[in-house]
């Protein structure tokens, strides 16, 4: 108590701005999906989309449309295609324009 | 009697498109001048009110863990407020079930302006319950969503950056992420935690 007491009459400030640093415990956190686009193969793809319980992922032609608001971060895909699937990692995903959110993944050989 | 199609902006041509442009940067720049003026009003002082349209609780949660000591978002100038006419966003959580249409209508309407509405987690972005009998399936249904926070639920973290982003104090950084790994990426961990480049003021 008493030592953050004299750190505050210190610095003069006793609050840090967002992010004041990196945080150490977001490794812990669930984070949607990012995906190997040169692993996806068509059969891949659909499983994927099978697997998906919220409808994030949906199949669109060629490539997935990956719906980042509707994802969960449950894992299945992970551990469906671990070799094609990994956690992305991110977690500021706050949008002011929900289109912003859907994301297109090619699949192999597709472009786009 | 309503005008005729005389009063309608040509169809097709390149003049139409040209005037279809300029309406939209003109749109754009009004849109940034409210965002600025929204900003300076909120930047410093907001207050919050949540929402449970028919949530499981565990994004309350989280939002209750943004008072605790760790996060803190007072130091921020974000409290809670249990009233809607003291509040200036409404942050809600949940599938908006249809009983709840016009609690939800209410309260939006009791709350002064100008307001902002954030709906928060997978619930009130569409992504657990599809729209049937009971649910809407998403809180913009019902209400103008201005900032969307994904996240099953989202962390405190997340829930700190959807705030400043709805106040204009953090830039949104989803619009510029693809969701697609890099092969050699694969198998290392990867980069994480917020950035500290962007210091919100």
């Known amino acids: 108590m008493t030592l953050w007491f004299l750190r505050g009459l210190r610095r003069g400030v006793v609050t840090t701005h967002y992010p004041h640093r990196p945080e150490s415990s977001a490794v812990l956190l669930p984070t949607p999906p990012s995906f190997r686009a040169d692993a996806l193969t068509p059969e891949l793809a659909d499983l994927l989309c099978w697997v998906c319980p919220s409808h994030a992922l949906r199949r669109d032609g060629d490539a997935i449309l990956f719906d980042v608001g509707a994802c969960t971060a449950c894992g299945r895909c992970q551990e469906v295609a671990p070799g094609a699937v990994r956690a992305s990692g991110e977690f500021e995903l706050a949008a002011t324009n929900r289109a912003a959110l859907i994301k297109r993944i090619p699949l192999l050989g597709g472009d786009s | ?201």
């Open chain 2, 1 to 201: 009697m309503t005008p005729g199609p005389v009063l309608l902006p040509p169809l097709g041509g390149p003049g139409g498109a040209r005037s279809a442009k300029e309406e939209q940067a003109e749109e754009e720049q009004v849109a940034r001048k409210l965002r600025d003026q929204i900003a300076r009003q909120f930047g410093r002082s907001l207050h919050i009110r949540t929402l449970d349209t028919g949530s499981c609780a565990v994004c309350e949660q989280e939002i209750r863990l943004l008072a605790a000591p760790h996060y803190d978002l007072h130091r921020l100038g974000f409290f809670f407020t249990p009233a809607p006419r003291h509040a200036d966003l409404l942050l809600a959580t949940g599938p908006m079930i249809r009983a709840m249409d016009v609690a939800a209508r209410k309260a939006y309407e009791a709350m002064p302006g100008p307001k902002l509405v954030v709906a928060t987690g997978a619930c009130a972005l569409g992504g657990v319950q599809p729209a049937d009998a009971f649910v809407h399936g998403t809180v913009s249904e019902i209400l103008p969503v201005d900032v969307w926070i994904p996240g099953c639920p989202p962390s405190p973290l997340a829930l700190l950056h959807g705030l400043l982003v709805a106040v204009g104090r953090l830039a949104e950084k989803v619009g510029a992420l693809s969701f697609i790994a890099e092969p050699g990426l694969m198998e290392e961990p990867s980069s994480l935690g917020p950035s500290t480049e962007e210091g919100a003021g």
